[in-house]
């Protein structure tokens, strides 16, 4: 695999992007997470995002952009080339020469944990969680163990027998097993089947085993030639088919080229100690959704693992994670992600039109605990210009509330008009407020958004009346940089 080097230390407090005169998103805020939310048209991507890229490209950090739409490959290759960060860019697609085999990479690379099964396990675990909201499995244990329970022992299977751990590899395995009680004992399936030939080489290697691979040997295949053959043949057939449905993808080119090949052309190193920007240059909307999703994944899930095992004293430079159109890129790894990434220095930035686009890829219908507790740990949220009534909320419950004095008038009656009041609590910043922020368009390039940042208050929001501050302010962010 390439090389990495060291570098120097970084100071965190460096600014980054500006709010105001004397306001600004500073490297170590921007390692808390950041959220970014407007209406189509409303400037998070042209305008908010763009700002932000410049930002950390400028500072020299590097990184991994995952892409749903063609423009945005064709935005960063502009803001590099702007920054003067050419020559850092990775682009990564089935046309580049690049290739990148996650499990060759996990297997082989450097550190502990290296070779660890239960890692492999635990990344297709997440993957396969994909699409099983679709397939109408949910969560449910029972798919989740079995598919896990048949990795685990396909794994060991190839691992004892010197074969390379693969996809590929693994699906041989899975479709060659008996289907049936004591067909492992007929002769065609001992000839033809490529799980008996695995057995057979480690039979021809038990000089070379020690005695715990003895006791995983025979693990793995009382479960392969027993317990999987006795499965009722509807859930095996739906395990199986679980599996398949991510892994035949990868059987064929250029999916097989590009991600099997058993080498690395870059691995995710490169962006903390080299300063790397690659692309994932695979759009869902010209590679399909299912797809495009499922490539964008496989990389951010390795480079977000290598991310948390790197040794700042090596690589102390902030990295940064790019998801536009970020509820086509969440998983159910990502929350725990957040929760670590600060102390990795990786900056994660989530650009979306609204929350409840999160809800829903988190299987819930409203925003409910999964959407707010994975929001709870971005703490800059900007918001756009938003038409959404459950984004409004949101962002005004999270400014939060005041006591304001309400006047109340009467008449009508002997005395005349009756004038009172009422203190009542009420919203800071109403929900309707976020619907009328300026949006960009062709004559002017400005859009308007809502800042938030957790745990401040902003210097240019102080005044006689709030003299300690607010902790939000509206900030004019231009595309013409």
Known sequence: ?????????????????????????????????????????????????????????????????????PEETRNWLTYAKACGRESDVILFNEKSGHCFDPLFYEWNRPGRGAGDQEAIIDFFSTMLSIGRKEAGHGHDPFWERGTEQLMRNDIKLLELSGERVSISNMDRVIKSLPTRPGEFEEADWQKNSYCASLINAIRQRKDTLTPWQWSDLDVATQYALK?????????????????????????????????????CTFVPEMTTHQRKLVIVDWPMLEYGHETGR???????????????RRDLSEAPMPTFLWQDEFQYFITRRDNFFQQT????????????????????????????????????????????????PDTNLYGADLIGRQWRFIPSYGSGNAEGPSVGGSSQLVHKVEPDSFTRLLKPDGGQPLCAAIVYQGGKTFNASKSRQTPEGTNHLTVHFSRDI
């Open 1 to 69: 695999m390439p090389p990495v080097t060291k570098h120097l230390d970084y100071d965190l407090d460096t600014p980054i992007l500006p709010f105001s005169e004397s306001d600004a998103l500073t490297a170590r805020d921007s390692l808390e997470g950041t959220f970014i939310a407007a209406a189509p048209g409303g400037g998070k991507t042209a305008n908010i995002g763009k700002n932000l890229a410049y930002g950390m490209l400028r500072q020299g950090w590097g990184g991994l952009i995952l892409v749903a739409k």
């Open 341 to 388: 990434c600060r102390s990795a220095r990786t900056a994660v930035v989530c650009i979306t039109q609204n929350i409840l686009n999160l809800s829903e890829e988190l299987g819930e219908q409203q925003p409910g605990s999964k959407t707010k507790a994975f929001l709870g740990n971005l703490a800059l949220k900007v918001f756009g210009q938003q038409n959404d």
């Open 294 to 308: 499922l490539i964008n994944v496989l990389m951010k899930l390795s480079f977000q693992r290598a991310w948390l």
């Open 227 to 263: 317990k999987w053959p006795a499965f009722d043949e509807r859930p095996r057939s739906s395990l199986e088919m679980t599996w398949s449905g991510m892994a035949d993808k990868f059987l064929f080119n250029p999916l097989n080229r590009v991600f099997c090949s058993g080498k």
